[in-house]
């Protein structure tokens, strides 16, 4: 007896600290990002999140108050007609009232959970007049963000962890944003309906910021869509919610929500910037332009792998290879094509021509290797052409 009242006072209990733990925990905050230790969702900063929220809380307290009448009916029987008692056991058998009761009461429950969900879930996958479309794509392990413009060139970039690696091996404090910071932030304005069409390079990935009520898989060869209405500027951070790989945690979401001239004036210079990239295509760089470049590019996206002085970790060394030192179109189809069944990417989709030329005449020449090559964007051009 003692044992069942026992396991009976866990059941009984549990509900309520988990009810007093969305009290007291900061549950109803009211800020677009959550926080820290926060155990409920956050209404976050559009109208359908807000609608989820509403959703959700609406179910929570119906199912707080089914608890509320079951286990009370419960214990009123395990209490009311104890054996201490000696109360007599009922000899009724297939009571026709009680069990249409109860198979009608939950139905109506259901039905009236059920209408609003539906209408919530109809509007979260209505993407239609959108006012900007924006292309995701997962990679390990970054984001590319591309705008679509029906009227001109699209603009693109990438988006990395900017968190400083001594924060990551323990050597220096941690910032407050440690992990959630990234170079290149998605800008979006306010007050507009943004669609985001969603896939992958690689593997599975999926697109997550909660303030603004968005989680969707990124899967390679599919498209999936979203979409969002900010109703508050603001910054807003999110992060990759599929266990996509070993660096899975570093690759969060940024998103910067501006007024429309604040963003206008942005994409005009992300416009600029790609213009100006155009042009580069044509020029024939010197030696050391090429190597201060292909040194920037090498420290962003070849560091973590293969050294910051070409010495290896992850990847091979550059210093001495045999890549790196050889002929220099097996090291271009390396560069650009990735290495199948390793860990070694393909960069040919995600550094644009003139990058490609600098960093591979950047390791052909750095680190001890001095072979003299030097490549154009041209040449990359045309390896990929096939020429």
């Known amino acids: 007896m003692y044992q069942q009242a026992k396991r009976l006072y866990k059941l009984a209990l549990c509900p309520v600290l988990m009810l007093l733990s969305l009290l007291s925990s900061g549950a109803w905050a009211t800020e677009g990002n959550p926080q820290r230790w926060q155990t409920n969702m956050t209404p976050g900063v559009t109208e359908v999140g807000a609608k989820i929220y509403d959703l959700h809380m609406f179910v929570f307290w119906v199912c707080v108050l089914v608890g509320i009448i079951v286990f009370g009916v419960m214990f009123y029987s395990v209490f009311a007609y104890r054996k201490d008692r000696h109360e007599e056991p009922a000899t009724f058998h297939e009571n026709t009232r009680l069990e249409i009761a109860w198979t009608v009461v939950p139905f109506l429950v259901l039905i009236g959970m059920a209408v609003p ?74 007050n507009k309906k943004v669609r985001f069409l969603v896939t992958a390079n690689d593997v599975l990935h999926a697109w997550w910021v909660p303030a603004l009520a968005v989680k969707r898989d990124a899967i390679p060869g599919f498209i999936n869509e979203a979409w969002t209405k900010a109703t508050e500027t603001g910054v807003y951070r999110g992060q990759c919610a599929e266990l996509c790989g070993r660096d899975h945690g570093f690759m969060p979401i940024v998103v910067n929500v501006v007024e429309e001239p604040e963003y206008n004036e942005w994409l005009a210079g992300k416009q600029a910037e790609a213009a100006e990239l155009k042009a580069l295509m044509s020029k024939e760089f010197t030696m050391d332009e090429l190597v201060a470049r292909g040194k920037s590019v090498y420290d962003r996206s070849c560091a973590a ?20 030192t050889g002929a220099v179109k097996p090291h271009l189809d390396v560069v650009v094509n990735g290495a199948p069944g390793t860990a070694m990417q393909a960069f040919g989709g995600q550094l644009n021509e003139v990058d490609l030329a600098a960093v591979i005449t950047y390791q052909r020449n750095g680190f001890g290797n001095n072979m003299g090559d030097m490549l154009q964007p041209i040449d990359i051009y045309k390896f990929k052409k096939g020429q």
């Not at 990438?158 to 290149?184: C, H, M, R, W």
């Not at 910051?308 to 992850?314: D, L, Q, R, W």
């Open 117 to 190: 969900a539906t209408k919530t879930l109809m509007e979260i996958y209505n993407t239609d007049d959108a006012d900007l479309d924006v292309l995701i794509t997962g990679y390990q392990w970054k984001w590319k963000y591309e705008y679509i413009n029906p009227n001109g060139d699209n603009v693109s970039f990438f988006s990395n962890l900017l968190t400083d690696k001594a924060e990551i091996a323990n050597t220096e404090a941690k910032g407050s944003n440690y992990l959630i910071e990234v170079d290149e932030p998605l800008v979006l304005p306010v």
């Open 305 to 324: 792998c293969h050294g910051a002085n070409g010495e290896g970790g992850v990847g091979k060394a550059i210093a001495g290879s045999a890549i790196a």
